[in-house]
């Protein structure tokens, strides 16, 4: 009975490993758009 649930609970980390890389891979590529649409000499007048 324990050995079943280890067994289910070990196959689970391949999908959390690949969920956790499709939100960083998600979240890197909206903040680099942003930022690449973002107009500079805004971003400058505000620092």
Do not use: H, W
């Not at 969920?19 to 505000?46: D, E």
């Amino acid at each position: 009975m324990v050995s079943s649930t280890c067994r289910d609970s070990s196959q689970s980390y391949p999908s959390l490993i690949a969920a956790g890389q499709m939100i960083t891979l998600l979240t890197v590529s909206f903040q680099s758009v942003k930022a690449a649409l973002t107009n500079p000499m805004k971003s400058l007048r505000s620092e």
